[in-house]
């Protein structure tokens, strides 16, 4: 695969879970493998807060946010 769209893992409930979850995935990965973070609460019960996808968009090999919750681009310009 060219790379990943990967949501968060149900349960995570701090901006560090949710941060440590990505850093994990670069880190079993090498970084080689790009992600598109997946931003969707509904599915993942998972709030991804803006502080969180900052932190997050600076991983490699983030090279993007896929921001699905109603209304949007407020999180999504903020980050």
Do not use: W
């Not at 060219?2 to 409930?13: C, H, S, T, Y």
């Not at 701090?14 to 079993?28: G, H, I, L, N, Q």
């Amino acid at each position: 695969a060219a790379g990943v769209m990967l949501l968060p893992m149900q349960g995570l409930k701090t901006d560090d879970s949710v941060v440590d979850f990505y850093e994990r995935y670069a880190a079993d990965t090498g970084g080689r493998v790009p992600v598109c973070v997946q931003d969707d609460p509904p599915v993942s019960n998972v709030n991804l807060t803006v502080s969180a996808g900052k932190r997050i968009s600076r991983i490699e090999p983030v090279i993007m946010l896929k921001h699905e919750p109603v209304p949007g681009l407020q999180k999504l310009t903020r980050v």
